[in-house]
């Protein structure tokens, strides 16, 4: 039976209350900037677990990563480091299936997503919880490659953030 988005809403809601980490329903303040979105969730300081008007049939899942100015600066192309950085990422990310995406402020990377999705009819606690631990770990392992690649990158990309570092079951 097809579920629908209010359905999909509670359900995401229970499953994100099994892990204790705080939470805000944002779908309010969302809806006032952005017709795009039917309802969100912020899980932590940098989980974003959302519905959007124009997938009827899929959550979608966002771990966003945002960098204080002085990586910023360190993240050009013509670094051959940062070249090196993407790569890794990338491939980290295409072998487990998540998508990522560079987040720019004017000319300057300031963040990155690491995002996926759960299809509507797979939408269980199992699935959801495999699905946002796949999306965290990945979350870690791009914090990892980018530090291992610039010697000064900061760790303070939500590093010791609980939305990242703890498992949903435990």
Request: proline share 2%; hydrophobic share 35%; with cysteine.
């Amino acid at each position: 039976m097809t579920k629908t988005s209010e359905e999909m809403k509670v359900l995401v809601e229970d499953f994100i209350k099994i892990t204790n980490i705080n939470y805000e329903d944002q779908t309010e303040k969302v809806r006032e900037k952005s017709k795009m979105i039917e309802w969100q969730f912020r899980v932590g300081t940098n989980v974003i677990i959302s519905k959007n008007t124009n997938r009827a049939d899929r959550i979608h899942l966002n771990v966003n990563m945002r960098f204080p100015p002085e990586d910023s600066k360190l993240l050009i192309i013509k670094n051959p480091s940062f070249s090196k950085a993407i790569m890794g990422i990338s491939e980290i990310c295409t072998t487990c299936g998540i998508g990522h995406q560079w987040i720019k402020s004017g000319e300057i990377i300031a963040g990155l997503a690491i995002f996926s999705h759960v299809d509507e009819e797979n939408l269980d606690r199992v699935t959801f919880h495999n699905v946002w631990d796949n999306v965290a770990r990945v979350s870690g392992h791009v914090q990892k490659i980018l530090r291992t690649n610039f010697s000064s990158f900061s760790s303070q990309t939500n590093s010791s953030d609980e939305t990242i570092d703890k498992s949903m079951y435990g």
